[in-house]
């Protein structure tokens, strides 16, 4: 069974550090599109960056300098690495598979990680 | 960057009603658009790819339409198991989502 699973969230003071951790099974994170896409409570869906099968990585503008993707190949494991942490990157922060052949689709969603940016 | 705008925000229609959500791109994106159903507290799921294609193992009461800057989401007949927020999402250069419908029973 094809699966994602979030883990890190928590809250973390302004300014601060988190890093979440997106564990796949049931296929090869390195062989894929994965990415990043974010909640704020109450709002609508903020996609947050990618990275491709190759490595390369891209941002949002909201994140970019602040938010590093990346994978632990051996762990078949996602992460997104964020630092300098404002009030509004609160959000429940979710990773998922790109189906670059299906319109560069997400599928499928972890069940996300809250992250709280407030002192 | 692409932006997406939804219509309506919200809407509330009975169950058998025909439900219809349209979703406008800023520009050409040919036909880059997926739709996802996300109900409450739960991750968000696809329903439809690339504009009209149904994802495996979603009933056939949900279909889409469009290309190039305008879409259309359809729900045949409404089922109480449809409640939830559905969102369009385009991917041009890099992916980005409409604001969202919220679809109830009247």
């Known amino acids: 069974e094809v699966q994602l699973v979030e883990s890190g969230g928590g809250l973390v003071q302004p300014g601060g550090s988190l890093r979440l951790s997106c564990a796949a099974s049931?296929?090869?994170?390195?062989?894929?599109?994965m990415s990043w896409v974010r909640q704020a409570p109450g709002k609508g869906l903020e996609w947050v960056s990618v990275?491709?099968?190759?490595?390369?990585?891209y941002y949002a503008d909201s994140v970019k300098g602040r938010f590093t993707i990346s994978r632990d190949n051996s762990k078949n494991t996602l992460y997104l690495q964020m630092n300098s942490l404002r009030a509004e990157d609160t959000a429940v922060y979710y990773c998922?598979?790109?189906?670059?052949?299906?319109?560069?689709?997400?599928?499928?969603w972890g069940q996300g990680t809250l992250v709280t940016v407030s002192s | 960057d692409i932006q997406m705008t939804q219509s309506p925000s919200s809407l509330s229609a009975s169950v058998g009603d025909r439900v219809t959500i349209t979703c406008q791109a800023s520009?050409?994106?040919?036909?880059?658009l997926n739709w996802y159903q996300q109900k409450p507290g739960k991750a968000p799921k696809l329903l439809i790819y690339?504009?009209?294609n149904l994802e495996t193992g979603v009933p056939s009461r949900f279909s889409g339409s469009g290309s190039g800057t305008d879409f259309t989401f359809t729900i045949s007949s409404l089922q109480p198991e449809d409640i939830a927020t559905y969102y369009c999402?385009?991917?041009?250069?890099?992916?980005?989502f409409g604001p969202g419908t919220k679809v109830d029973i009247k």
């Open positions: 990275i491709y099968s190759g490595g390369s990585t």
């Open positions: 520009q050409d994106i040919s036909n880059y």
């Open positions: 690339d504009a009209s």
């Open positions: 998922a598979r790109v189906r670059v052949v299906r319109a560069f689709s997400f599928d499928p």
């Open positions: 049931g296929f090869t994170v390195s062989s894929n599109y």
């Open positions: 999402q385009q991917y041009d250069n890099l992916p980005t």
